[in-house]
């Protein structure tokens, strides 16, 4: 397999990811309202905007995803094809860029997820266990995200790092 259709199943990945966020977000919201409108405790009518708001959020990561990855996958063609070596260093360049945020997002939403704890467990009003819940979601669903997002990316840098010129 050539380095551009490895190019190409980068970003189907990204965009099958970005299809599962946009979905995740979108249940993440309906069950906000569900929770308001069915549940009969203080607790459940509280989840409804610190779940929304985790949703809208998974709903925005997730369309940008699909709005920014099939760009990429109809002009990576042209210039792979202009100059494949040029091609790569720029790939090389850009996942090194991206995949230095995997880090300090494990570490922001170990934070956040430590945070919703604690809300959880002392916080002793509905809209505080209610924070605490939405943020252990969002916690949870980043690294589900994020471990296979950062799986495929050190798979395709490594490609890309053993790519050799054709000069």
């Known amino acids: ?80 094809q202009e100059n494949p070596d040029a091609f790569v260093e720029a790939e090389k360049e850009r996942v090194e860029t991206f995949t230095k945020w995997y880090p300090t997002t494990r570490y922001v939403f170990a934070a956040l997820g430590v945070l919703g704890v604690v809300l959880f467990l002392f916080w002793n009003k509905p809209i505080g266990k209610a924070i605490g819940i939405a943020l252990l979601l969002m916690t949870i669903a980043t690294y589900v995200v994020d471990h296979f997002s950062e799986e495929r990316a050190a798979t395709y840098y490594q490609l890309l790092k053993s790519y050799t010129p054709n000069n």
């Open 1 to 80: 397999m050539d380095i551009f259709q490895h190019t190409t199943d980068w970003i189907k990945g990204e965009l099958f990811e970005g299809k599962l966020v946009l979905i995740f977000g979108i249940i993440t919201c309906i069950c906000a309202f569900l929770f308001y409108k069915v549940g009969t405790t203080p607790n459940a009518k509280a989840l409804l905007f610190p779940l929304l708001i985790a949703g809208f959020m998974f709903v925005g990561i997730g369309g940008s995803m699909l709005y920014s990855n099939p760009k990429r996958l109809a002009e990576f063609p042209k210039v792979y």
